[in-house]
């Protein structure tokens, strides 16, 4: 009987709105498998990795299917849960399957297309000029170069000009090479050549290297590695700590493995660290023991817990008890935090109870890394990565035996990604993984979300309360400055108090530590000429540049653009020059002026780029090396420092006027979050706050810590004027290079949208900053009921947006789609 041809529909790592049919040829027939990745053809020279959906006998109508190249796996890469999960997250966050595999694909399970240039066969001699003949030279000696190795030597960006010349000249051709990223790392030991265990053949050996010392050098440090005592008892040893222990021998090694002395055998080892587990006693408190078997209570009707507990209540300690629980069951666990900073501190915390069995998973690591995290999860394997400790991305991994998923902070922001696509919250994803895998949720917070507050409050999520410190420690106490009356008065020094200035030098001259709060980087936000008033601006975003002193440039922290500090008035010429505001840059060199001596510590985004740079910030701060941690958003993440006695936060005003519905609850989590970082330990800690505005509500709500009330005030506000719990919000935001043009497509697309959905559309309107990246931006709003189809809102948006395409052309216009969106 003849077989009939199998067909699969594949995802492609491209934001796409369709799959595409492809033609299994007969020799892979028995090879694919659902789940897998093949490389296949797309467009003319392209080749990329994709992963089979779908398996079926039935061609495409409209195009004669391609045949796929090859299959990479033997088994499927993802399993059935995440399909679903993929699936969802492109359902309810509006945008292709394509777009969730770009997200969660490492990049070194992707084979790449890169082109590559290789010389022309049988090229005619040519004058050549200075840049073909580099080219042609490199090509001669390398025999081919990548595009990046091209744009390296000649020293320029623009390169296809010349390529395109040299191969009309056929001095050169292109060809498409799929490169492997993913390598496993290997470590090469040293064997000793079994003719030579035992005591004579040995001595026999030494004697006739008398003529090769170097080589008799290197025998002798083999023979005295550990493990190596005897003849009868000899094992091999890591080339790396054999040429340590003889340095400058490596000539005479490999000279050794010539003559069949040595032989050397490659293993392929793990780039994940880790170590043993040692046995610590967690000894919970009366309150925690309570909160944890009420949990345990709660996990019987599978409906996610919030536990609701101060800062320094000690959630992880209850956190630590469920993990174990999990794992002794032969479970996984998902711990997700929202900052890469944050694993810094807690992963130190779990190793010590739970050794290799954590593993971290996150942007910062390499794709190298990021691979072996992945396979190790996706094996199941109990000893090694079945705790994974995260930011978002690390939702994506391939959880085979899901027990729990805990969100640490889940009132944070960072939980939600904002580019590229998919916007996905990692909150609300995590809860319907955990649905998908029948996995318990616990999401914990000192100052929760309103919407998770409320979906508590509805009955929807369970609440655990832990409303006493660990350990007994009491909550800071918060005092108010009014920089009005200190300003008045004379008592300001520079951007601080009198009184948080006398309290800082209190607290070190005891031996305390100190943190001081400021939610923007850089030493100054804006450059302003005193005569004519200009202020410097990027070319390219409508902003003000951003001075920063430790590099003595003007910087636009959206689009990255900058410039030289200019000596005078770019309009009027005047060297009438000032500095207006102030960021952490400008607290530290002030803080060391009054204080000098004192040993200082930024963390901002400046400062934490390199892969390592959190681990040794907060490492020095823990070990008291810095006394005092200036910082932005990032020091207010959950951190644990037993030594603070004092915060301090220089202005707390912007974040209260910051346009946007959510700026009281911001404000409050933000403030309450920083504030929380003081007095975790006997001694009884102080915050201070300096304001313009000491009788805001919402700063008393924070001196006496009631989030309750806030709620309770807020949460009439949000049902007034329909904005979340109540509502699910959909924002688009239209970008054209032109204003004008932008104007009247902006209103056109509102007005198609109002007849469809009415008066829940708003706008359109221009964010605060109009124009980024040369790309300016207008902005509708989208209300919709929480019960409604995610489906039929993303089919009618998709058809909405092709008949304005058809309108406005898609190469001048850009569409982003962002589902509750996080301002």
Known sequence: MEQQTLFVEVVLPLPLPRMFTYRVPNLLRHEVKLLQRVIVPFGKNKRYTAIIWEIHEQPPKE??????????????????????????????YICSVGDVMQAALPSGLKLSSETKILPYPQAEEQELNER??????????????????IEKMLGIKTIYPLLRSMMEKRLIVSAEEMQEKFKPRVEIWVHLDQTYYSEAALNHLLTSLKRAPRQQEVLLAFLSMPGNHSPENIVAVKRSDLLNKSAGLQAALLQAVK?????????????????????VQINLSEAQQAALESIRLHFTSQMPVLLYGHTGSGKTEVYIRLIEEQ????????????????????????????????????????????????????TG??????????????????????????????????????????RYHARDAAIYLARLSKAQVVLGSATPSFESFYNAQQGKYAMVRL???????????????????????????????????????????????????????????????????????CVQCDISLTYHKTIHQLRCH????????????????????????????????????????????????????????????????????????????????????????????????????????????????LLTQVAGRAGRSTQAGKVIIQTWNPDHPVLSLVQSHRFDDLYALEIPERKKFY????????????????????????????????????????????????????????????????????????????????????????????????????Y
């Open 467 to 537: 409303e006493e410190r660990y350990g007994g420690a009491s909550l800071p106490q918060i005092t108010l400055v009014n920089l009005k009356a200190e300003t008045m008065k004379r008592r300001m020094n520079g951007l601080f108090s009198g009184f948080l200035l006398n309290e800082l030098k209190q607290v070190l001259e005891q031996g305390g530590q100190a943190i001081l709060f400021r939610n923007r980087r850089g030493f100054a936000p804006m450059l302003k000429c005193n005569k004519c008033q200009w202020v410097p601006e």
């Open 558 to 669: 959206y689009c990255g653009y900058s410039i030289n500090v200019p000596s005078s008035c770019g309009n009027c010429g005047s060297t009438d020059l000032r500095m207006l505001g102030f960021g952490t840059e400008k607290i530290e060199e002030e803080l060391n002026a009054f204080l000098p001596g004192i040993s200082t510590q930024r963390m901002d985004l400046d400062t934490t780029r390199s892969k390592f740079s959190y681990h040794r910030i907060i490492d020095d701060f823990e070990q008291q090396r810095v006394q005092v941690l200036i910082g932005t958003q990032m020091i207010s993440k959950g951190l644990d420092f037993s030594n603070v006695r004092l915060v301090g936060i220089l202005n707390a005003d912007a974040m209260l006027n910051y346009p946007d519905f959510r700026a009281y609850e911001r404000s409050f989590q």
């Open 132 to 149: 073909e003949h580099l080219i042609m030279e490199a090509l001669e000696k390398l025999g081919e170069l990548s595009l990046p190795d």
């Open 63 to 92: 195009y004669e299917a391609r045949y796929i190249d090859q299959c990479l796996d033997e088994e499927p890469i993802l399993n059935t849960v995440q399909k679903g999960f993929w699936e969802w997250m492109a359902a309810y």
């Open 723 to 822: 904005y979340p719990p109540f509502c699910r919000l959909i924002q688009l935001t239209l970008k054209h290079e032109q204003a004008a043009m932008l104007d009247e497509a902006a209103d056109s697309l509102a007005e198609t949208l109002r007849a469809t959905f009415g008066k829940r559309i708003l706008g359109p309107e221009y964010p605060a900053i109009p124009r980024v990246r040369n790309y300016y931006q207008k902005r509708l709003l989208l209300k919709i009921e929480p019960e409604a189809s995610a489906p039929k809102i993303k089919l009618r948006l998709h058809e909405i947006t092709s008949a304005f395409f058809s309108k406005f052309p898609l190469k001048h216009f850009r569409i982003v789609l962002d589902v509750d969106p996080v």
């Open 259 to 279: 003559k069949g002395i040595f032989h050397l055998e490659e293993r392929v080892v793990s780039r994940l660290g880790g170590e043993q587990a040692s046995p």
């Open 381 to 422: 394997d109990l000893h090694t990565g079945s705790l994974i400790l995260g930011a978002r991305s690390s939702l994506f991994l391939p959880f085979r035996n899901l027990g729990l998923v805990i969100i640490d902070e889940e009132h944070e922001p960072s939980f939600k990604q904002n580019e590229p696509s998919p």
């Open 327 to 378: 794992l002794k069951a032969g479970k996984q666990v998902l711990y997700l935090l929202p900052e890469i900073a944050l694993t810094a501190q807690i992963i130190n915390r779990l190793r010590r109870f739970f050794g290799r069995k954590v593993q971290v998973y996150h942007s910062r690591f390499s794709e190298n890394e990021r691979v072996e995290v992945w396979n190790m999860v996706a």
